[in-house]
């Protein structure tokens, strides 16, 4: 029962505090724990294997290289037979890289090319700068007396037969590529893919190509975020459903999620995540299914929204073009990742030095939109609210600003580059 003084001080008084927002950390370690793997894998060619998440390791079945080979063009020598510098050798024979070699006689060298195997006897290569064909070409002139193992690639230093070149959990760039390619793989097994619908809501959306600019009604805008989020879904491995625009009506969420959740992975939604009269979003995945996670203590980014629809996974992005950007990167990416079985979904932090001042610290952590300079420094973007998406056009990275702290110039501050960001 409310005490005389409640009763006295009003209804105001009786309003309950609203929840502390959840830290970003917090809330990324909750996303993460629950992205389970898909746990469904299919065989990929490794041409088409970019950006693919490795199902199982990979595992050379032979040496590589597989035998010794030369690292340089020039001549396959017995180091005993070249005791001081200007030793003229015998050519006995000329080995290519792909062709078989003889063993190399005594007092003897062989002309070698880069990836030429060694020939038995040889115990360094010198290179051809360092020596001088005479006559017809029978002879060559040793200038430089050699060390063993001189320009010699020796068998299995790359890759040792049955080791693991490529862990499962990998998220396979071109490097990862060729090597598979280089221990004989035409084909990987990988996650499949997650299936995300993708759809965005409010009745000011527009499409462009519907309606001109110049014949725009008051108060509409068109859909920014509904391109961007799909180009960062295509880059992270995704199959794409474009559920277009959903109007701000409670029965149309409702039945859009519903649709949405029934054939897909995860239902991604931009906008409608606030508390305003028109945002259903939040009351519509609570009477379908349940919302675990709810307003984050970062800015651009507060109203962001996670929960579960049946088997799918939910997650709602707020509208403003920057907060949705922003709040995908942060989240987003590395639970889709973990979705698919990549084990490293972190994104370093690099120490940089800050060319500007921030003075108002906020209360949430903050992620400002900057450009690294000529001179080593970052330059911040003038506007940095989160509905100008110039400033994500113009910038290369964020820096990430812990609550409560202000900036000076020369101040050192963490930095994330957008090229990892949105890889």
Known sequence: ????????????????????????????????????????????SAFDADGRVLAIDVVSPLRVPPQDNSSMDGYAVRCFDVPVAATELAVGQRIPAGY???????????????????????????????????GAGQLVRVKRVPFAGQWIRRAGEDVALG?????????????ALGMAASVGLASLTVARRPRVALFSTGDELVMPGEVAPQQMPPGAIYNSNRFFLRAMLIRLGCVVSDMGIVSDRRDATIAALRAAAAAHDMVLTSGGVSVGEEDHIKPAVMSLGTLDLWQIAIKPGKPFAYGRIGAAHFVG??????????????????????????????????????????????????????????????DLFSHQSSGVLTSAVWADGLVDNPAGAVISPGQQVAYVAFADLLA
């Open 1 to 44: 029962m409310p005490t005389p003084r409640e009763r006295q001080q009003g209804p105001f008084f009786m309003t309950r505090s609203p929840a502390p927002l959840l830290p970003l950390d917090d809330a990324l370690s909750q996303l993460l724990a629950g992205a389970h793997p898909l746990g469904e894998n299919e065989q990929v």
């Open 100 to 134: 078989s070699a003889n063993a190399l006689q005594p007092s003897c060298a062989a002309r070698i090319f880069t990836g030429a195997p060694i020939p038995a006897g040889a115990d360094a290569v010198v290179m051809q700068e360092d020596c001088e064909l005479l």
């Open 163 to 175: 080791a693991t070149v490529l862990a499962a959990g990998t998220r396979l760039g071109p490097a």
């Open 317 to 378: 992005l707020p509208g403003n073009p920057v907060s949705s950007f922003v709040t995908f990167a942060l989240l987003v990416r590395p639970f889709l990742l973990r979705l698919q079985g990549a084990t490293e979904v972190a994104v370093a932090r690099s120490p940089m030095r800050a060319d500007f001042s921030w003075p108002k610290a906020d209360r949430r952590r903050e992620f400002l939109r900057v450009q690294r300079n000529a001179g080593g420094g970052l």
